[in-house]
């Protein structure tokens, strides 16, 4: 099985790992997952962290084939726009984005002008779905129930779950954001774990879990069958549904979700100007 050649990158303020994925036997590459750095006390964008990764793909002489998305993020800013201005690329996630875009469309009122259908993305990707980068082939899981649109890509050896799976001592993904499901998550899983036990797992996330001091962002589907915290090989799907849902219930809302919903599901544009050229992003006050 042939091996992508694979560079993370951390932002420690939203604990998002970023990636790009490279084809061994060519310049071609993809981006995973990128961040815009968001002060959200000052309501002010920047580039440091996506910088950081232009300068990657650039002393390497790389050439971006995609931009891709794992899901609609709730704790981090897409830098997909701004990527493919300065790199290139086609932006890509799951069909069932449209899903996100109807129900959070609502949710902050946006206007006629704001298309439900998907159309902000180069493609949207169905389960089974493949797509090149250079000679390597990357082929689509869809894997919902944190949110409708979840995507696992597996390119390769490699697999990148977005917020499915976390490392095998800290479990997996809440299920409790609109359209989210954790009988539907537990199902996912089972998926992922059904590939290759020595398949790479790459995460979006890590918070370090008790005991654990150091960040990490790879794991492999024989660690998560044996000792993931939620789900491995022995836990029914009634007791998954039980622990996620309880636990789903004690957690607090992620501090940047409702930028971060706004913009993503826009890929990673910011709402249009309003009559007096400024750009606002929403607080539904009472709503979540």
Known sequence: MTQPLVQHFFDEPTNTFSYVVRDPGSQACAILDSVLDFDYAAGRTDVRSTDEIIRYVQDNELRVEWILETH????????????????????????????????????????????????????LFEEGDTFAIGHLEGRVLHTPGHTPACLTYVIGDAAFVGDTLFMPDYGTARCDFPGGD???????????????????????????????????????????????????????EEDFVKMRTERDATLDMPRLILPSVQVNMRAGQMPPPEDNGQVYLKVPVNRF
């Open 72 to 123: 609609v993020h709730a704790d981090h800013l897409s830098a997909a726009p701004y990527l493919h201005e300065k790199l290139g690329g086609k932006t890509a996630i799951g069909a069932n984005i449209v899903q996100v875009q109807d129900i959070f469309g609502k949710a902050f009122n946006a206007g006629t002008e704001f298309a439900r259908d998907g159309s902000q993305f180069d493609r």
């Open 182 to 236: 954790a009988r539907v998550l537990y199902q996912s899983i089972q998926k992922v774990l059904a590939l290759p036990p020595e398949t790479r797992i790459f995460l979006c996330h890590d918070y370090k879990a008790p005991g654990r001091d150091e960040y990490q962002h790879v794991t492999t589907v024989a660690e998560q069958r044996q000792a993931n915290v939620h789900v491995h090989e022995g836990v029914s």
